[in-house]
């Protein structure tokens, strides 16, 4: 957030009378833009950057013929769903959390998973998107963050367990 002031601002904005209190959790559910910029983060910089599938029968991929079998594994890279231009209405490329509200609202249910989907998907996904807006709104409460410059926001991630930006920096101004 700290390249897109205007997404800051629209924080604050949605926040109202509420910029020094603590929110309850249906305060936080209410915040309809908070949401989709959450919903943006996940999708710009997902937490994981694959996630692997068991093949459970035979089956034939319909688009390229490839044979599956049952018990093969399957990498599938959200990384690459969030950024793939088949599924996303918008420039896949750009961070715009209004995405959530027009267009690609509708957007395809397998195109966002960073929690994964299906009986093995993240069972604390519910807790980590809470705390991410509850986070969320008590730093801009507070603070504006301003872009660190080109030099510590090169761009790039570093895949591990989880996906992390290569270098980072913001500046942080207290309101």
Known sequence: ??????????????????????LSIEQLESLEYLNCVIQEVLRFAPPAYATIRSVTIDDRLPASGVQLHKGDEIWINIFNLTRDKRYWKIDPD??????FQGEDKDHHPYAL???GSGHRQCIGQDLARLELKAIAVRLMQHVTFGDGGLEVNAGGFISKITLMPKNIGVTINFD
């Open 94 to 99: 750009l961070f715009y959390p209004e995405r």
């Open 113 to 115: 998973i960073p929690f």
């Open 1 to 22: 957030m700290s390249k897109n002031p205007r997404v800051q601002a629209k924080i604050k904005t949605e926040l109202g009378d509420n910029k020094q209190q603590r």
